[in-house]
């Protein structure tokens, strides 16, 4: 990866928590908000599957976002270090996703990332209404913008 | 799989391993004053970026609020002739019967500036921080009544926990029957009101308010309403459910409530 590459990752992390933090509420359904951050980090992951850059890209992504408005500080690091790791450790070990895998890989990436977080931000809530009113929910949202990218931005 | 390739197969699981003991040590020092001072770094750093360039409110919108402040301002200077008299008299018997008079408060107007990132959470950003005064633990109102109180105030940013958080117990009273019992919340709209006895009374739609019960509270700041009575649980105890009368999702500008005697 070049600087310029690196320089380009960091703005967009930047400006996708801003867009977050500022304009969640325009595309939460019933208070179920998608992480657009995740999905950018999916990506990245796949596109380049190095596990060390792609953790390093997760933390860095998670810390930010927990020190500015999250509830837990660490979840968002803890989550986004997992799946950054192991979205870049798979892509290199298998070399190219075919659709299938590409399914599983992104649907598993987005319900441990909501299993996590939500069990642990919304521990007061029962566990089952925790995990099929409000993980599940986000996780599918995700799952969805994730694919309509993948449609007409495809990554190998 | 040559030596190099494994040594760098192990490095790579280390530093996983450094990234996952980091977090879960910041989680379990959530409330530690380290994990205060970083979060007001970060509120610093994000200040610098939230100025009004993502505003989206319109002139017009906002010649709207100020014709609703205005008119707002006729009535409250309407009552207040009308009140003045008897807030005076009532004053000066307590002054008569050494009452301890309230710590004199002003209000500090923020813009809210950042929602929860994700789903279901219960931290708001303003964009009023310790240059004006705000400290950690100041209660935080909307038009709609009490909403929050301060979490970590950073410089020219605060976060706010809001009263959502079902980890908060807020002491309340029914507006009545002046019963007095403790808030949980249950969700973002929803509370309920525990420690209220079957054998008090409490009408569907009366008004809820914080009580002077808790140091921690301004006493009488509107909460919410109730909505749901119930007495068919199994302990002492009525099933008292409230709605919020503010709608944490919309909320555009508060007031936190500051101390003049700090």
Redesign the interface.
């Known amino acids: 990866m070049e600087i310029k590459t690196y320089i380009q990752n960091t703005a967009l992390i930047?400006l996708l928590?801003?867009i977050?933090?500022?304009?969640?509420?325009l595309y939460?359904i019933f208070?179920?908000?998608p992480?657009i951050?995740l999905v950018f980090l999916i990506r990245q992951s796949i596109k380049y599957p190095s596990?060390?850059r792609s953790?390093?890209r997760?933390?860095s992504a998670?810390?930010?976002?927990?020190?500015?408005?999250?509830?837990?500080?660490?979840?968002s690091?803890?989550t986004y270090?997992?799946v950054s790791?192991a979205t870049s450790?798979y892509k290199r070990d298998k070399g190219y996703l075919g659709l299938s895998n590409k399914i599983t890989l992104f649907s598993i990436m987005f319900l441990l990332t909501s299993m996590i977080?939500?069990l642990?931000?919304?521990s007061?809530?029962p566990i089952l209404k925790n995990i099929f009113l409000?993980a599940l929910?986000?996780a599918i949202y995700g799952i969805c913008i994730i694919w309509i990218i993948q449609i007409f931005k495809p990554i190998k | 799989m040559n030596s190099i390739q494994k040594i760098k197969i192990i490095r790579e699981w280390v530093y996983l391993g450094i990234a996952i003991v980091t977090s879960i040590f910041l989680i379990l020092f959530n409330d530690s004053s380290f994990n205060n001072s970083l979060s007001t770094i970060g509120l610093d750093a994000f200040s610098v970026l939230s100025y009004d360039f993502f505003s989206l409110r319109e002139k017009a919108s906002l010649e709207e609020d100020i014709v609703l402040l205005k008119q707002k301002l006729v009535i409250a200077t309407h009552d207040k002739k009308l009140y003045e008299e008897s807030f005076e008299e009532n004053i000066r018997l307590k002054n008569l019967l050494s009452i301890e008079l309230p710590d004199s408060v002003s209000y500090v107007y923020a813009k809210v500036t950042g929602k929860p990132a994700s789903s279901l959470q219960n931290t708001l950003l303003i964009n009023a921080g310790t240059e004006k005064n705000v400290v950690d633990g100041e209660m935080v109102i909307s038009v709609d009544g009490f909403i929050g109180v301060i979490k970590i105030a950073g410089k020219h940013m605060s976060k706010v926990a809001l009263i959502s958080d079902p980890g908060n117990k807020i002491p309340v009273i029914t507006g009545t029957g002046k019963i007095p019992g403790i808030m949980r919340s249950l969700d973002q709209r929803t509370a309920e009101i525990h420690e209220i006895t079957k054998s008090q009374i409490v009408e569907i739609g009366e008004q809820i308010f914080t009580s002077d019960f808790s140091k921690l509270y301004h006493q009488n700041l509107l909460i919410g309403e109730v909505v749901s009575v119930s007495d068919s649980s199994a302990t002492i105890n009525k099933q008292v459910i409230i709605e919020y009368s503010a709608d944490f999702l919309e909320i555009k500008d508060v007031f936190i409530i500051h101390n003049n005697k700090e």
Request: proline share 4%; glycine share 10%; hydrophobic share 55%.
């Open positions: 930047i928590i801003i977050q933090v500022k304009f969640s509420h939460s208070g179920i908000k992480d951050l596990p060390t953790l390093i997760g933390f998670g810390i930010l976002v927990d020190l500015l408005i999250g509830d837990v500080i660490g979840v690091s803890l270090s997992v790791f450790y977080f939500y642990m931000t919304l007061h809530l409000v929910p986000s």
